[in-house]
């Protein structure tokens, strides 16, 4: 079973850019849906963008215009780049793949890299 681990997280402010990293141990090249989560203190996690074998992507309508989703298959690897932070970005961002054949219809999670936007 293929593992995933964020990194990137950390203490920002409002304005401010991060991108986020998700590298899997193993290849992410027949993964047709990735997707980035993310939590909120004591709220439930919500889908944030997602990302289709090719450029196909998606985003929440609260992060549209201001993050990227994009992957690169050579270094297994998917990214969010966040650009103009705010405050309400703040939470548990996870790295996801959704229950699919190549994962045996398991759904992947990675441990999640925090997120902290200041005013």
């Known amino acids: 079973q293929v593992q995933l681990v964020e990194s990137g997280g950390g203490l920002v402010q409002a304005g401010r850019s991060l991108r986020l990293s998700c590298t899997a141990s193993?290849?992410?090249?027949?993964?047709?849906?990735m997707a980035w989560y993310r939590q909120a203190p004591g709220k439930q996690r919500e889908l944030v963008a997602t990302?289709?074998?090719?450029?196909?992507?998606n985003y929440a309508d609260s992060v549209k215009g201001r993050f990227a989703i994009s992957r690169d298959n050579a270094k297994n690897t998917l990214y969010l780049e966040m650009n103009s932070l705010k405050p309400e970005d703040t939470a548990v961002y996870y790295c996801?793949?959704?229950?699919?054949?190549?994962?045996?219809?398991?759904?992947?999670w990675g441990q999640g890299t925090l997120v902290t936007v200041s005013s």
């Open positions: 996801n793949v959704p229950p699919a054949y190549y994962t045996k219809y398991l759904e992947i």
């Open positions: 193993g290849s992410i090249f027949t993964f047709n849906v």
């Open positions: 990302i289709r074998s090719g450029t196909n992507t």
